[in-house]
């Protein structure tokens, strides 16, 4: 169960399961003439152990989604039938199936089998309506076929009301998700400029630290921005946060898109670069240091901000706070060098 969604096709598929194993239990006692016709729910649940299987060990994907929707709604506009399609409570299950299908399988998917089981639906009803099939033949014997123009409002209505619902609740799901996914930016990224957060880097570094123990080299560089406070003062804070956006852009433009660059706290920036040896870390981090003091010079030429880099290579048994001391030892060495340099590799 890798993803969200497979967990949640794999917990709908228990629904699946349920409704066949009871439809084979009570369908015989409330509608006796339906045991006739038992072994295709008995056949259904087999098909449904099998897609639990599928959904399981990830096999068949959007096919197996489809083929299963299929299947689903074939089986039940079968027993709808049997039992009378303007008659039977077991017009409701289409809702119920359509809504979980939002939910397990996305709007596209989940749209593509509401014009299918609408369609199935249409045609039964349509072909009760003409006498091309009986109406309610497994139904109860008091069972009878309403007007013919019941049939047709049913034939014309149902499809409306099926297929917006389903699209309803799968606009909705996609709004909640899109808000979920705003609101997981937000909680990641620090407001000021853009990067990683303090509380997404510390995460990331356990997860990359967890690593290094399976052969995975990991380099972490603490920057410390030199004669920042300066900018505030002299500059006043407004200068000071649009300088420290703009070395941002830079630190980001200087690195790969495996790289994790954040902001630390303050005028302080970390960047992670993950399976990356020292000998290539190194590369990396003096083009950070150029990138900063590119900027610094561009922002204020007599008195250009520039970076104090510290390096640090995690070791297996590392945790977050090790490595995240060193490289921050290694900053102040480098700012007690005089800054506008990396310490540590």
Known sequence: MSTPRRRLNFRAGWVRLALSGAGMLLLPLMTPRTRQHIWVLAAYFICAAVVQVAIYRDIGGRFRQLATGFIDLGVLTFFLHLLGSQSSVLVTLYMLIGMLYALALGLRNAQILAVFGSAAYVLVTLSEAYGVLPYAPDGAPWAEPPHRNVFLIAAVGFPIVFLGAVTLVGKLLEEVKSREAQLEHISQHDYLTKLSNRRHLLERIELEVARVSRGHPLVAAMIDLDRFKAVNDEHGHI???????????????????????????????????????????????????????????????????????????????????????????????????????????
Request: charged share 30%.
């Open 239 to 345: 200068r000071g946060d649009e300088l420290l956006s703009e070395i941002a852009r830079a630190l980001q433009d200087a690195t790969r898109r495996v790289d994790v660059v954040g902001r630390y706290g303050g005028d302080e920036f970390l960047v992670l670069l993950p399976d990356t040896p020292p000998a290539n870390a190194k590369k990396v981090v003096n083009r950070l240091v150029e990138s900063v003091r590119r900027v610094g010079l561009e922002f204020d030429s007599e008195r250009p901000v520039t970076a104090s880099i510290g390096v640090a290579e995690a070791v297996a048994g590392d945790d977050a706070v090790a490595l995240l001391q060193r490289a921050d030892k290694q900053a102040y060495e480098a700012k007690r060098a005089g800054g506008d340099r990396a310490v540590g590799l």
